[in-house]
């Protein structure tokens, strides 16, 4: 499979797993979960709510592992199977946060009854960094 084959998947999948390292435990950590291409540029982001909806917030653990561990592996699990080294970078740029919380391929977060501004203020969201170099292909 060709480094081809992981760029198209990257700009047409959506579901993947990511193993983090445990903030405080130090293990490893895998769950499932969506990206986001915006442009070339990858993202991972959450509702700012929790189980509850909206108004109820709980810390995501992906995220705080993110935060304390920012290297990862990025599953890609759809239409090729393989593994790449990552890394996340919180995103704290409001002028960042507004123009992916408001690009067509977030829909689906609004259409959970956030507005744009909760999601811009709220929503956890890193941004990525693959080695697709260094991709394991299955």
């Known amino acids: 499979m060709s480094e081809d084959a992981i760029s198209a998947a990257l700009r047409t999948d959506r579901t993947i797993d990511i193993t983090t390292t445990g903030a405080k435990s130090g293990e490893p950590r895998t769950i499932e ?3 986001h291409n915006l442009n070339g540029e990858l993202f991972i982001c959450g509702t700012p ?3 509850k909806g909206p108004g109820h917030r ?3 653990g992906w995220l705080a592992n993110l935060v ?3 290297e990862f592996v990025f599953h890609l699990k759809e239409s090729v199977q393989a593994d790449i080294p990552a890394r996340a970078k919180p995103v704290t740029d409001s002028a960042t946060r507004r123009r992916f919380m408001s ?3 977030t829909r689906w ?3 959970q009854g956030y507005s744009v501004d909760e999601l811009v203020n709220n929503a956890p969201i890193v941004a ?3 080695d697709v170099d260094k991709a394991v292909v299955k």
Do not use: K, M, T
Request: glycine share 10%.
């Open 68 to 70: 304390a561990h920012p």
């Open 109 to 111: 977060y609004r259409d």
């Open 49 to 51: 709510g929790g189980p």
């Open 128 to 130: 990525l960094q693959l």
């Open 103 to 105: 690009a067509p391929s």
């Open 33 to 35: 979960i969506w990206f």
């Open 58 to 60: 709980h810390p995501r």
